[in-house]
């Protein structure tokens, strides 16, 4: 079985930062896709970035500019740096992991169970 656990969330006010964590473990030597989502209140489950194994990234539009994804390949850790912060960014953060096969055909991978981010003054 894949472990995801994250860490990093909580509240900050806007204009603060953040940085995430996630651990992946398992079988898998190595995930060829991580990468971080977010649900808010009333709304659906999105994208905010991801990044492979090579270190190719992609970022939600809403972010880019603003949030640095990064991986420690070695240690199966993927880092979400959130800066400028936003009250628009108030979410869980849900990590994201994927095997090869996985992302090429879009599937869902394994998922931890979610950060709390809350931006408010």
């Not at 972010?63 to 912060?85: A, E, H």
């Given at each position: 079985?894949?472990?995801?656990?994250?860490?990093?969330?909580?509240?900050?006010?806007?204009?603060?930062?953040?940085?995430?964590?996630?651990?992946?473990?398992?079988?898998?030597?190595?995930?060829?896709?991580m990468?971080?989502?977010?649900?808010?209140?009333?709304k659906?489950r999105e994208?905010?970035?991801?990044?492979?194994?090579?270190?190719t990234?992609?970022y939600?539009?809403?972010?880019?500019?603003?949030?640095?994804?990064s991986?420690?390949n070695?240690?199966?850790?993927?880092?979400?740096?959130?800066?400028?912060?936003?009250?628009?960014?108030?979410?869980?953060?849900?990590?994201?992991?994927k095997?090869?096969?996985?992302?090429?055909?879009?599937?869902?991978g394994?998922?931890?169970?979610?950060?709390?981010?809350?931006?408010?003054?």
């Amino acid at each position: 079985q894949v472990q995801v656990v994250e860490s990093g969330g909580g509240l900050v006010q806007p204009g603060g930062s953040l940085r995430l964590s996630c651990a992946a473990s398992g079988s898998i030597v190595r995930f060829y896709a991580m990468g971080w989502y977010r649900q808010a209140p009333g709304k659906q489950r999105e994208l905010v970035a991801d990044i492979t194994t090579g270190g190719t990234t992609n970022y939600a539009d809403s972010v880019k500019g603003r949030f640095t994804i990064s991986r420690d390949n070695g240690k199966n850790t993927v880092y979400l740096q959130m800066n400028s912060l936003k009250p628009e960014d108030t979410a869980v953060y849900y990590c994201n992991v994927k095997v090869y096969s996985q992302y090429i055909r879009s599937a869902s991978g394994s998922w931890g169970q979610g950060t709390q981010v809350t931006v408010s003054s």
